[in-house]
T-cell receptor
Framework: KQEVTQIPAALSVPEGENLVLNCSFT??????LQWFRQDPGKGLTSLLL?????REQTSGRLNASLDKSSGRSTLYIAASQPGDSATYLC??????????FGTGTQLKVEL | DAGVIQSPRHEVTEMGQEVTLRCKPI?????LFWYRQTMMRGLELLIY????????DSGMPEDRFSAKMPNASFSTLKIQPSEPRDSAVYFC?????????????FGSGTRLTVV
């Protein structure tokens, strides 16, 4: 059974700092990995999707990398802003096209 | 496209009542998923459909839960009878890996409270 772990569970940083969120998964036979953002009381917003054949994806200040062999992904956020405060979830897709989610990292960016 | 649309946004019901949650996926997406989110268990997959056909319902907690997808633009998740432990946020998502938007798109969720 696929298990997805995210470290740290919570993170607080000052505005402007670069930061890295970590995601690990136990079964490396994945089709893709997707990072989501969830604001309190809201739904999930897709940030980046990395297919199994790719190593990384970039969107603005966000960069996500994938190392399938080691079962790891990182989400790099450059020059963090208070508006980046949210819970970040990674999820992997294996057989059947269904997502298995990690427990999330709660990020707070302080002024 | 307006994205994945769920209704209602909030539902408060008494224990024992029937609850029906609704979802309209993104047009052209061929997969539809129902997830449940709680503080204790995080996001759990309940059931998913491919081309309107249920593929995997192993996450449905018990027979009180049922889901249907009568056509490509509509799905329901029904709980009958409801219990306080069913209180959670229920998300619907749709996905496509041939069209747009590519990947998974989630609705805003239905917050269910059973008292």
């Amino acid at each position: 059974k696929q298990e997805v772990t995210q470290i740290p569970a919570a993170l607080s940083v000052p505005e402007g700092e670069n930061l890295v969120l970590n995601c690990s998964f136990t079964d490396s036979a994945i089709y893709n990995l997707q990072w989501f953002r969830q604001d309190p009381g809201k739904g999930l917003t897709s940030l980046l999707l990395i297919q199994s054949s790719q190593r990384e994806q970039t969107s603005g200040r966000l960069n996500a990398s994938l190392d399938k062999s080691s079962g790891r992904s990182t989400l790099y956020i450059a020059a963090s802003q208070p508006g980046d405060s949210a819970t970040y979830l990674c999820a992997v897709t294996a057989g059947g096209n269904k997502l298995t989610f990690g427990t999330g990292t709660q990020l707070k960016v302080e002024l | 496209d307006a994205g994945v649309i769920q209704s209602p946004r909030h539902e408060v019901t008494e224990m024992g009542q029937e609850v029906t949650l609704r979802c309209k996926p993104i047009s052209g997406h061929d997969y539809l998923f129902w997830y449940r989110q709680t503080m204790m268990r995080g996001l759990e997959l309940l059931i998913y459909f491919n081309n309107n056909v249920p593929i995997d319902d192993s996450g449905m907690p018990e027979d009180r839960f049922s889901a249907k997808m009568p056509n490509a633009s509509f799905s329901t998740l029904k709980i009958q009878p409801s219990e306080p432990r069913d209180s959670a946020v229920y998300f619907c998502a749709s996905s496509s890996f041939t069209g747009t938007p590519y990947g998974y798109t989630f609705g805003s969720g239905t917050r269910l409270t059973v008292v």
